[in-house]
T-cell receptor, first 112, second 116 residues
Framework: KAGVTQTPRYLIKTRGQQVTLSCSPI?????VSWYQQTPGQGLQFLFE???????NKGNFPGRFSGRQFSNSRSEMNVSTLELGDSALYLC???????????FGQGTRLTVV | KQEVTQIPAALSVPEGENLVLNCSFT??????LQWFRQDPGKGLTSLLL?????REQTSGRLNASLDKSSGRSTLYIAASQPGDSATYLC???????????????FGQGTILTVHP
């Protein structure tokens, strides 16, 4: 059974550009959540999608957005990139409430 | 607002020692608590999941306990090995209304080094 797949693994972007990250959840998992990990702030929740609808949102600016498709795959977009957006972005999928979360390998975004 | 704290921040032990990692959280309205392992530059690997109604879970040399009323969990690692060296993260899934599955709130992690 394939795990959570995130693409690409690494990205280098310039300030002001935008970027799109992709996440394919474990087959059958309909909930997808995104997290940002930085050395200073640790792991912080970005947003959660279920059945193509955003169900929960963390405390991030509107430059961070996402969506989920009918096959449960999710994309995350960051517009007008800032140096502080450099981080490891992790996607997690879950089967149901009360069940565990399973994470992908992450996308390492570097903004220069 | 849920807050999760892990103690110690770092731990260095010789191979073969038994060790305990601690996690505390402020809001007991949780679905579950999950322990993860993270190797440098990699994603998170799930180690153990404890439901809010459970007291402990075991997997191999790992044992995790949960005391929801006091907001505490411990991860016990028996007979540690150099391959156990990694960052260990505790996360609680807070209860949420509606159709949300609830978000995970993470501690800052414990960096474990097991030397031969």
């Amino acid at each position: 059974k394939a795990g959570v797949t995130q693409t690409p693994r690494y990205l280098i972007k310039t300030r002001g550009q935008q970027v799109t990250l992709s996440c394919s959840p474990i087959s059958g998992h309909r909930s997808v959540s995104w997290y940002q990990q930085t050395p200073g702030q640790g792991l912080q929740f970005l947003f959660e999608y279920f059945s193509e609808t955003q169900r929960n949102k963390g405390n991030f600016p509107g430059r961070f957005s996402g969506r989920q498709f009918s096959n449960s795959r999710s994309e995350m977009n960051v517009s007008t990139l800032e140096l502080g957006d450099s981080a490891l972005y992790l996607c997690a999928s879950s089967l149901a409430k009360g069940r565990g979360s399973f994470f992908g390998q992450g996308t390492r975004l570097t903004v220069v | 607002k849920q807050e999760v704290t892990q103690i110690p921040a770092a731990l260095s032990v010789p191979e073969g020692e038994n060790l305990v990692l601690n996690c505390s959280f402020t809001d007991s309205a949780i679905y579950n608590l999950q322990w993860f392992r993270q190797d440098p530059g990699k994603g998170l690997t799930s180690l153990l999941l404890i439901q809010s109604s459970q007291r402990e879970q075991t997997s191999g040399r790992l044992n995790a306990s949960l005391d929801k009323s006091s907001g505490r969990s411990t991860l016990y690692i028996a007979a540690s090995q150099p391959g156990d060296s990694a960052t260990y993260l505790c996360a609680v899934r807070s209860r949420a209304g509606g159709t949300s599955y609830g978000k995970l709130t993470f501690g800052q992690g414990t960096i474990l080094t097991v030397h031969p």
